[in-house]
């Protein structure tokens, strides 16, 4: 399952639970009557999702920073290969050439395995994180719509003066 699907399933039960219930009376289509704990009992379900979503998300970016040093460390060592290899070759004038020749383009392919590397991960990182944050936005979204409605049908509260005798 994707980061945020089960959070995504969730705000769409809430929604729906929402969509479903029954208008009141009075009071227009604006106002409904919904079971609290059907809605407190998503929100919990909520709550208990998204440290899971955060912890793939920072899990998602490690591996990538991992990778990343990885790729840094096997440019580091196919550089000190072929300098050490041009080292060894060092006699011939034409040889060393050839092999510093051969350094600097295994060095720049190196570096530019290591920068596409890190742009890739940079992006699937970026990504996942932007796909977090509209999850964030829409379950903020859902909470203030369900709030508003619950405010909005819970009427006038206890009033001891309206209270006729």
Avoid: C
Avoid at 25 to 32: D, P
Avoid at 78 to 95: C, K, S
Avoid at 107 to 118: G, I, L, P, S, V
């Amino acid at each position: 399952m994707q980061p945020g699907e089960e959070t995504e399933s969730l705000l769409d039960e809430l929604e729906q639970v929402v969509t479903e219930a029954k208008s009141p009376l009075t009071g227009g289509n604006q106002r409904k009557i919904v079971d609290a704990d059907e809605i407190y009992e998503i929100i919990d379900d909520i709550r208990r999702v998204f440290p899971q979503e955060f912890q793939e998300a920072r899990r998602i970016v490690k591996e990538q920073q991992e990778t990343i040093a990885r790729a840094q460390q096997q440019a580091d060592s196919i550089i000190a290969d072929a300098q050490q290899q041009a080292m060894i070759l060092a006699g011939d004038q034409e040889v060393v050439r050839i092999a510093q020749q051969q350094a600097d383009n295994i060095r720049d392919q190196a570096a530019q395995y290591e920068r596409d590397t890190r742009y890739n991960a940079e992006e699937y990182a970026d990504t996942v994180l932007a796909h977090l944050e509209d999850n964030l936005k829409s379950l903020t979204s859902t909470v203030t719509r369900t709030r508003q409605t619950l405010s909005e049908n819970s009427g006038p509260r206890n009033n001891t003066n309206d209270v006729p005798w």
